[in-house]
């Protein structure tokens, strides 16, 4: 890789600092079990997916 100019740099395995979806998936649930504490009831029907769908772009929107 160095021949090509690309460095690499030495971080260890899985590491939650490398990775910032991890951040926005904790934001995210906090946001879901705050303003949407029902979706833990619900049933998988589609229906119930439709508002899953819905609570998560919210709460997608509200993360940016």
């Not at 939650?16 to 649930?29: F, G, H, Q, S, T």
């Amino acid at each position: 890789m160095e021949t090509y100019g690309i460095w690499v740099i030495d971080h260890p395995p899985k590491s939650p600092d490398m990775n910032p979806i991890e951040y926005v998936w904790k934001a995210m649930k906090a946001i879901l079990r705050k303003d949407y504490p029902e979706l833990v009831t619900l049933k998988d029907n589609e229906e119930n997916r439709a508002k899953v769908d819905k609570a998560l772009q919210a709460a997608w929107w509200a993360v940016l």
